[in-house]
């Protein structure tokens, strides 16, 4: 997972923010972007369903609305700049590094309007199809500095488009590296917003979860088998990653899109752990931590608690099935026991009887008889990357087969 890059990441931005190739805000044409991105993603069924309570019934079905769901402002911000970004390089060359954000029909908008995306070959971006001159748009989660480096070297000019609260876990990384923590990533190592992250801090260890970070706390407390650990944490660590030296101060960071519960759960632990080894006189030359949770995602997961505990037959959670935050929404619907459907369009609910969807951790596949006879109770959210008109897709179609 590491990458060669600037020593001091953070004079490297400094310098980045100072570039007249380089760009945090948009170029002046809010209002016409804002007009297509309401006629494009905003939804009047939507609207309606907010005004009555976040509940609508027709017939046989009453929909139940998550309070908060759908695009947060960081991915709002993110469309609207790409959009503003074709708009003032009408005839340049426009690539986005990755996604813009993790759903599919915005993404295909954007290349019919004639941005590329930079493609994957052999688990490796490749960058020697952008020339020099080029506009780059980073996208949503960031990229990594040794990308930006390379952008900026070869004279593109540079949409940066990540998230503010992505950039905020940047900052308590580079935190850690300046006192000489080694920071802990609550995240998935392969993750775009990850890799960026981890490309700033010094020595780093990504975990994926409660299990592994309980794993390492052992490791701190009472050592191990050092061939292990690295095998188990293969590609989720820095470059000569050594836990018998690296763990002895730590930093608590996370991808802003993991389970609020789970970071906090994660960030206690680590907390104790250090706690327990070297005593509290000693706690915070050991062990650092920042809040780093993201507010929206905090907000879509906090209104998903509050949604199960309704009497529901059946959820549908629509976002990109690549998307993170999407996917531990699911969990929550899952662990309360509701038939969950995760799909990322209308397009997945291909008829009254069978649906398509990805459940959790496996593979696309087909349900049949999901949609139950008789009055139906349905709960449904979105992800952060969602767009209000995605949703209304699903609700109508749900409507349709059940006042047929």
Known sequence: MSTTQTTDTKAFKRALNHSDNYHRKGFGH?????????????????????????????????????????????????????????????????????????????????????????????????FSVVGQGDVVILPAFGASVSEMQLLNDRGCTIVDTTCPWVSKVWNSVEKHKKHDYTSIIHGKYKHEETVATSSFAGK?????????????????????????????????????????????????????TMLKSETEALGKLFEHTMLQKYGPIELNQHFMSFNTICDATQERQDAMFGLVDKTLDLMIVIGGFNSSNTTHLQEI????????????????????????????????????????????????????????????????????????
């Open 204 to 256: 780093y260890l990504v975990v994926l979860n409660l299990e592994q970070a309980q794993y390492v706390a052992d490791y701190i407390l009472h050592g191990g088998d050092r061939s292990e650990f690295l095998a188990k944490f293969a590609h989720a660590h820095s470059a000569d990653f050594n836990p018998d030296i690296d763990l002895v101060r730590v930093g608590v960071a996370n991808q802003t």
């Open 30 to 126: 809010e209002a016409e972007v804002a007009g297509a991105m309401q006629t494009e993603y905003q939804s009047s069924l939507i609207q309606l369903i907010r005004e009555q309570g976040y509940q609508l019934t027709r017939g046989e079905v009453t929909l139940h609305l998550a309070e908060s769901f759908g695009f947060c402002w960081g991915v709002e911000r993110a469309v609207a700049m790409a959009y503003e970004t074709r708009q003032h390089f009408p005839t340049e060359t426009i690539w986005i590094t990755n996604e813009i954000i993790h759903n599919p029909g915005v993404n295909d908008r954007l290349r019919e309007m004639g941005v590329k995306f930079i493609e994957v070959i052999e688990g490796a971006k490749d």
């Open 333 to 404: 619907a899952i662990e309360r026991g509701i038939p969950s459907y995760h799909i990322d369009s209308s397009d997945r609910i291909l008829s009254a009887d069978c649906i398509e969807h990805k459940p959790l951790g496996a593979a696309i596949t087909q349900t049949e008889h999901w949609l139950p006879a008789g009055k139906l109770n349905v709960g449904i959210t979105s992800g952060a990357s969602t767009p209000d008109k995605a949703v209304e897709a699903v609700m109508e179609k749900i409507l349709a087969f059940k006042t047929q």
